[in-house]
């Protein structure tokens, strides 16, 4: 019996696949794919001379081995990690409507209120220079991202897409270079040096490539009037899925997303703290 590969949608929307994907999403997943892999090259060569560097000015012998470590890391997983990143990100394409990237921003939200489960402390470390990076990203190219989320959201009508949807979202592009690095054989100090390199050596790059991404779907005729992108009403819905905070953390949080991205990250630290409090008050109430 040939088994039916039809993905139903319980929402009311049509799911995609990538065998009915508009022509120009098509395009734009497959040029944003070559930009991407190109920018992820330069970085990779960057990257071994900033590590170079760093272990060259080591105030210790331990900080020295960790430098040398994730030089060497890179230089033996740098192409089975741009694999990893440029697959994460077509099947985003792929499965539009449908995809959500697994860590979404936010390392706050993985905490139940209800059995205060924590994050081991390493992946909440990564958890937060993955999410700094998403927030730099966001406000640095707020503009461009913006009106290729609206240029994609109108090749898509019967599709809601949250912002972190958008296949070429920072959530999108972070998460998959997270889920890189996950793969490194080196400790935790020398992962969060190699976030720190995405965080300086990347994120300067991606201005060219959301620009370009944008030119890309305007010489398919999506919207190639819309100069900027539309103004967003206050106070837009919370993505689904996400679970609840403690009460004395949603203030810090409430607060944090009101105000400037500084003192959200800011927040977030405080929060960072708190977990960690009680936790241990958890696991040692005496």
């Given at each position: 019996m040939k088994q039916d590969n039809k993905v139903v949608s319980f929402s009311g929307q049509k799911p995609f696949s990538r065998f009915d994907l508009p022509p120009a999403l098509v395009r734009l997943?497959?040029?944003?794919?070559?930009?991407?892999?190109?920018?992820?090259?330069?970085?990779?060569?960057?990257?071994?001379?900033?590590?170079?560097?760093?272990?060259?000015?080591?105030?210790?012998?331990?900080?020295?081995?960790?430098?040398?470590?994730?030089?060497?890391?890179?230089?033996?997983?740098?192409?089975?990690?741009?694999?990893?990143?440029?697959?994460?990100?077509?099947?985003?394409?792929?499965?539009?409507?449908?995809?959500?990237?697994?860590?979404?921003?936010?390392?706050?939200?993985?905490?139940?209120?209800?059995?205060?489960?924590?994050?081991?402390?390493?992946?909440?470390?990564?958890?937060?220079?993955?999410?700094?990076?998403?927030?730099?990203?966001?406000?640095?190219?707020?503009?461009?991202?913006?009106?290729?989320?609206?240029?994609?959201?109108?090749?898509?009508?019967?599709v809601e897409l949250a912002e972190n949807q958008m296949p070429l979202s920072p959530e999108v592009i972070c998460t998959g270079l997270a889920e890189a690095c996950a793969d490194l054989d080196i400790d935790i100090r020398a992962k969060l040096v190699v976030l720190k390199l995405f965080d300086r050596l990347l994120a300067d790059t991606l201005g060219d490539f959301y620009q370009d991404a944008n030119r890309t779907l305007i010489s398919e005729g999506i919207l190639p009037d819309v100069k900027r992108p539309q103004a967003r009403s206050p106070g837009g819905a919370r993505p689904p899925g996400r679970r609840r905070r403690p009460p004395c953390l949603q203030a810090l949080c409430s607060t944090g997303q009101a105000v400037r991205p500084a003192r959200r990250v800011a927040a977030r630290a405080m929060a960072m703290i708190i977990f960690r409090v009680m936790f241990l008050m958890r696991r040692f109430p005496n």
């Open positions: 997943r497959d040029t944003s794919g070559q930009a991407l892999k190109s920018v992820l090259g330069r970085f990779f060569e960057r990257a071994d001379d900033a590590l170079f560097e760093l272990a060259d000015r080591a105030g210790s012998n331990k900080d020295q081995t960790v430098y040398f470590d994730a030089m060497r890391e890179l230089r033996l997983r740098r192409k089975a990690m741009a694999v990893s990143v440029l697959q994460y990100v077509s099947q985003a394409f792929n499965d539009i409507g449908q995809f959500r990237p697994r860590h979404s921003s936010g390392a706050l939200d993985e905490v139940d209120q209800d059995s205060l489960s924590l994050v081991e402390h390493s992946d909440l470390e990564q958890q937060v220079a993955v999410d700094n990076l998403i927030n730099k990203l966001r406000n640095r190219y707020q503009d461009p991202i913006q009106l290729l989320s609206l240029r994609v959201n109108h090749l898509v009508p019967g």
